[in-house]
């Protein structure tokens, strides 16, 4: 099982310690360093600055958005980083929900998401291939585009820039089964929210038949600590926010995964605080025990013996949250 650093997006502004965290975990043999976005800070500008700044770590967007760009866009951004940095980017990508797709990038959620995902795969495949112009007759992705409202001049175009590989790694950001068990099979990878080794009878029917050297890379956070308790709480304010925030109470991934690990009961009860936004309830209402088995945290000895559970399991590449050095160190020498 490989190491990857998760960094995910900016809040307030940019933190200047990632960058010093990724040029250490590369020391520390990291094999990825993982950026995202939400609706503040891109996912492929701080990447491009940590490539800068590193030689060797493969470089990942955990995930980039669907909706920001046009699959052709998407494909340029993989294309140009991949070119700069010698050939280490890794592809991840997510549709998001309703709630920001139509919220912050003003455009219709795709009534068949399955659809809309392949489409996307699709076109960009074609352009890192660069084997003829790029060109798709789809539900959601036209190329050359078709509509009664365009000219009729669009031209099927062949990407100018020749990609440095033909098949850069791309991994797709699922949640629900069927989705999962597509992104199988269009994709080179596997970028799930929520992993616990405890329960990975969730995700086995969308996983009967895994491609050969295909990735499963879940994001946990990870704190080496004495108090469990006090380590876990920005566990519990992320599942918080995504559970009760990042979606609408009718349609809501994230806590619809939650409800099927098992905690339906708890996923609706935080819902209904955030939507009271009694915010601060909400978090304290995420059980510790979920937070705990979806994360690494406690002493050097708890978290040994927990890792040891990830390795056993299909986990391809840990992608840790881990809010400093010692953390990262300690994890790559329990790793080694």
């Known amino acids: 099982m490989r190491l990857g650093l998760a960094l995910g ?23 990825s360093v993982w950026t995202a976005e939400a609706w503040g800070s891109d996912a492929f500008t701080p990447l491009t600055w940590i490539a800068a700044r590193t030689k060797r770590i493969r470089l990942g967007t955990a995930v980039a958005q669907m909706a920001a760009r046009t699959p052709t866009a998407t494909a340029m951004h993989a294309l140009t980083l991949d070119h700069l940095s010698g050939g280490r980017m890794l592809l991840g990508l997510g549709l998001s929900g309703p709630q920001v797709v139509e919220g912050w990038y003003g455009r219709p959620f795709p009534r068949s998401p399955l659809t809309a995902t392949r489409e996307y795969v699709d076109v960009i495949r074609q352009v890192l291939r660069r084997e003829g112009p790029v060109e798709l007759d789809g539900r959601f992705h036209t190329l050359p585009y078709a509509g009664e409202d365009g000219t009729g001049l669009g031209k099927a175009l062949k990407p100018i820039t020749h990609p440095l ?9 699922a949640e629900g089964p069927k989705n999962i068990a597509q992104t199988t099979r269009i994709a080179d990878g596997w970028l799930p929210l929520y992993w616990t080794p405890l329960r990975t009878e969730v995700y086995e029917a969308s996983l009967t ?7 499963i ?10 108090d469990v308790a006090q380590g876990l709480l920005p566990v519990k304010a992320m599942l918080g926010f995504y559970i009760g925030g990042m979606g609408h109470a009718a349609r809501n991934f994230h806590a619809d995964l939650m409800a099927r690990m098992g905690y339906e009961a708890e996923a609706r009860h935080i819902q209904r605080l955030f939507a009271e936004n009694r915010r601060d309830e909400a978090v304290l209402a995420v059980p510790d025990a979920f937070a705990d088995e979806i994360s690494l945290v406690g002493p050097r000895e708890r978290i040994a013996e927990r890792l040891e559970s990830w390795r056993k399991g299909p986990v391809t590449d840990l992608l840790v949250t881990a809010p400093d050095p010692r953390t990262l160190r300690v994890l790559a020498e329990l790793n080694s």
């Open 9 to 31: 997006y900016w809040g307030r502004g940019p933190d200047p310690a990632q960058t010093e965290l990724a040029v250490e975990a590369e020391r520390l043999g990291y094999d």
């Open 165 to 173: 590989r033909a098949r850069v790694p791309l991994l797709l950001g």
């Open 209 to 215: 038949e895994l491609p050969e050297d295909f990735m």
């Open 217 to 226: 890379a879940p994001m946990a956070r990870a704190h080496v600590c004495d």
